[in-house]
């Protein structure tokens, strides 16, 4: 069940390309047309089971109530540049929400119920929804952030419903005419945008990544699977490939209605024989960290397909030392490719494998000239379809994407013998848990403390979490300022963003002779800090 991809290269040019090939879909295909027929062919077939309710829906259901969201949106005339928003967790019916927004031709704009009001707020005053669908959870922080840049749109919620606040509910009520719908054609065509989803780019706070219909036909593939479990939200690109493409391959997908735990994960594998398990390298690691774990826990799984993050190659050989023959595939991409560049079965440290089909990377240095092989410089890839750029950002996107269509990744790396390898990231972004997060923006709160003086903060690298924040502070002298004082400060922000590293107490912070704190320097020393505190922990980055 493993996807085969294939590189070749151009030794003039010094580009590699993977596979050329045609596409499944005709150029006048959209997301939602081809979802509509998908559903449509086997009717019968388990399209979703929900955890811990065990509910379960059909192809013909989730058509059903599709359409039906699809037919009281039409009498809203709302047209296809307008954008819905979307922000909420997995639940029965959030399906039937994102599909009947494709069958409309309509834009929609995700986000994790988890951010703070602030992501929230920069987001959609960017996209700027005409009609936001949230968990009831999030429903006051959206009126909020909504208030505070002057969006009056209609919000809706999604599940944990609010008294006098209208519901999803009103849209998938009967309509009469369910028999007689048809998905409309994108006045746009194939480039026209489908989904936007966040990144967090190079600089700055997070932009809105414009995903289209053709790049999402094309670009998301998933082996063959019977069955197939993510804990991603549609907020990531994961989250959409679940979706997406578990339906148009007629997969049983299983959603959780919480986050992801070990425990949870490893009940929904047994419990409905999970053969492809979709999602970052950690929630592997704690599965196999669990006091709950045993081998037959994980018996049915074939493949797990790990991406969004880099994967410690000690988890192969710990899952190998319980399950032999077990089979891991690792993906590498980006959300401004669509998520796809390269992916294979991880065979080595740092290997992402060979390119996805229709895809161009070159390997850069620092003045643009194109590098060989087994030569470190900037990945850039080109895909086959062009890329919308970061919505209502268009300075941002020529940072990022040349003339010629090549995007700048970021990341440094090189080519083997055909074979992507990631070294590291040229920029600070940093993860936890595989939500990003900014040093700057932690480093801002902290500052408003009365007695900080300077602050730097850094990730410590966890085979678990990615990276666990941390701070290094230069304080006032004579100050009583304590790590727990600023560790609570912190905790405005959201959860992804609080010091899990630990508050460190530094006369100075090393820096350059221009000045400049080396962040590098100072990710040593509080790593070094933390292996002290805590000799136990994992660290194979």
Same mark, same amino acid.
């Given at each position: 069940?493993?996807?085969?991809?294939?590189?070749?290269? @151009?030794?003039?040019?010094?580009?590699?390309?993977?596979?050329?090939?045609?596409?499944?879909?005709?150029?006048?295909?959209?997301?939602?047309?081809?979802?509509?027929?998908?559903?449509?062919?086997?009717?019968?077939?388990?399209?979703?089971?929900?955890?811990?309710?065990?509910?379960?829906?059909?192809?013909?259901?989730?058509?059903?109530?599709?359409?039906?969201?699809?037919? $009281?949106?039409?009498?809203?005339?709302?047209?296809?540049?307008?954008?819905?928003?979307?922000?909420?967790?997995?639940?029965?019916?959030?399906?039937?929400?994102?599909?009947?927004?494709?069958?409309?031709?309509?834009?929609?704009?995700?986000?994790?119920?988890?951010?703070?009001? @602030?992501?929230?707020? $920069?987001?959609?005053?960017?996209?700027?929804?005409?009609?936001?669908?949230?968990?009831?959870?999030?429903?006051?922080?959206?009126?909020?952030?909504?208030?505070?840049?002057?969006?009056?749109?209609?919000?809706?919620?999604?599940?944990?419903?609010?008294?006098?606040?209208?519901?999803?509910?009103?849209?998938?009520?009967?309509?009469?005419?369910?028999?007689?719908?048809?998905?409309?054609?994108?006045? @746009?065509?194939?480039?026209?945008?489908?989904?936007?989803?966040?990144?967090?780019?190079?600089?700055?706070?997070?932009?809105?990544?414009?995903?289209? $219909?053709?790049?999402?036909?094309?670009?998301?593939?998933?082996?063959?699977?019977?069955?197939?479990?993510?804990?991603?939200?549609?907020?990531?690109?994961?989250?959409?490939?679940?979706?997406?493409?578990?339906?148009?391959?007629?997969?049983?997908?299983?959603?959780?209605?919480?986050?992801?735990?070990?425990?949870?994960?490893?009940?929904?594998?047994?419990?409905?024989?999970?053969?492809?398990?979709?999602?970052?390298?950690?929630?592997?690691?704690?599965?196999?960290?669990?006091?709950?774990?045993?081998?037959?826990?994980?018996?049915?799984?074939?493949?797990?397909?790990?991406?969004?993050?880099?994967?410690?190659?000690?988890?192969?050989?710990?899952?190998?030392?319980?399950?032999?023959?077990?089979?891991?595939?690792?993906?590498?991409?980006?959300?401004?490719?669509?998520?796809?560049?390269?992916?294979?079965?991880?065979?080595?440290?740092?290997?992402?494998?060979?390119?996805?089909?229709?895809?161009?990377?070159?390997?850069?240095?620092?003045?643009?000239?194109?590098?060989?092989?087994?030569?470190?410089?900037?990945?850039?890839?080109?895909?086959?379809?062009?890329?919308?750029?970061?919505?209502?950002?268009?300075?941002?996107?020529?940072?990022?994407?040349?003339?010629?269509?090549?995007?700048?990744?970021?990341?440094?790396?090189?080519? @083997?013998?055909?074979?992507?390898?990631?070294?590291?990231?040229?920029?600070?972004?940093?993860?936890?848990?595989?939500?990003?997060?900014?040093?700057?923006?932690?480093?801002?709160?902290?500052?408003?403390?009365?007695?900080?003086?300077?602050?730097?903060?850094?990730?410590?690298?966890?085979?678990?979490?990615?990276?666990?924040?941390?701070?290094?502070?230069?304080?006032?002298?004579?100050?009583?300022?304590?790590?727990?004082?600023?560790?609570?400060?912190?905790?405005?922000?959201?959860?992804?963003? $609080?010091?899990?590293?630990?508050?460190?107490?530094?006369?100075?912070?090393?820096?350059?002779?221009?000045?400049?704190?080396?962040?590098?320097?100072?990710?040593?020393?509080?790593?070094?800090?933390?292996?002290?505190?805590?000799?136990?922990?994992?660290?194979?980055?």
């Amino acid at each position: 069940m493993v996807l085969t991809n294939q590189t070749t290269y @151009d030794k003039v040019n010094k580009i590699w390309c993977g596979k050329k090939t045609q596409s499944r879909f005709g150029p006048e295909s959209s997301v939602g047309s081809v979802i509509y027929e998908s559903l449509q062919k086997d009717p019968d077939h388990i399209a979703q089971i929900c955890y811990p309710s065990d509910k379960k829906y059909t192809n013909k259901d989730i058509l059903t109530l599709s359409i039906r969201v699809a037919q $009281h949106l039409e009498r809203l005339k709302l047209k296809q540049t307008e954008v819905i928003g979307i922000c909420a967790g997995n639940s029965d019916f959030l399906a039937p929400l994102v599909f009947g927004c494709m069958f409309r031709g309509l834009t929609i704009s995700t986000l994790d119920p988890s951010f703070d009001k @602030d992501g929230i707020k $920069h987001i959609y005053s960017i996209t700027k929804p005409k009609i936001m669908f949230c968990d009831g959870s999030a429903y006051q922080k959206v009126k909020e952030s909504f208030a505070e840049c002057g969006l009056t749109s209609k919000i809706v919620t999604v599940r944990d419903h609010i008294e006098g606040v209208p519901s999803l509910d009103r849209f998938l009520n009967e309509t009469g005419n369910e028999n007689d719908f048809k998905c409309v054609e994108l006045e @746009d065509g194939y480039d026209q945008t489908a989904v936007i989803i966040c990144s967090s780019g190079t600089t700055g706070l997070p932009k809105g990544v414009c995903e289209s $219909h053709a790049s999402i036909l094309n670009t998301l593939k998933l082996p063959p699977s019977g069955s197939i479990l993510s804990f991603s939200s549609i907020y990531w690109i994961s989250g959409i490939f679940a979706l997406i493409t578990g339906t148009i391959e007629n997969m049983t997908r299983v959603i959780s209605y919480q986050s992801y735990n070990a425990e949870d994960a490893l009940e929904i594998i047994k419990r409905y024989n999970i053969e492809l398990f979709l999602g970052p390298p950690n929630q592997l690691a704690l599965m196999l960290a669990s006091p709950k774990f045993d081998k037959d826990y994980l018996a049915s799984v074939k493949l797990y397909f790990m991406l969004g993050s880099p994967l410690p190659f000690q988890l192969v050989g710990k899952l190998k030392s319980y399950i032999p023959d077990a089979s891991i595939y690792v993906g590498y991409g980006m959300s401004e490719t669509c998520g796809g560049i390269a992916g294979g079965i991880a065979v080595s440290k740092r290997n992402c494998g060979q390119l996805f089909d229709n895809i161009e990377i070159k390997i850069i240095d620092e003045n643009g000239r194109h590098e060989g092989e087994l030569v470190v410089g900037e990945i850039c890839a080109r895909t086959q379809y062009k890329w919308s750029g970061y919505y209502g950002n268009p300075q941002a996107t020529s940072e990022i994407y040349d003339s010629e269509r090549w995007v700048h990744t970021g990341d440094l790396g090189y080519v @083997d013998n055909g074979c992507v390898f990631v070294v590291d990231r040229k920029k600070d972004i940093l993860k936890y848990n595989n939500f990003h997060f900014f040093p700057n923006e932690i480093e801002n709160v902290i500052m408003g403390l009365p007695d900080v003086v300077e602050v730097c903060v850094c990730g410590i690298p966890d085979v678990v979490t990615n990276n666990l924040p941390a701070a290094a502070v230069v304080k006032t002298a004579n100050s009583t300022l304590t790590e727990e004082q600023v560790y609570k400060h912190v905790t405005v922000l959201a959860h992804y963003k $609080h010091l899990r590293g630990g508050v460190y107490f530094v006369e100075q912070l090393p820096k350059t002779i221009s000045g400049k704190v080396l962040r590098r320097k100072v990710t040593e020393l509080c790593t070094e800090l933390y292996r002290a505190k805590n000799p136990s922990a994992e660290n194979d980055f």
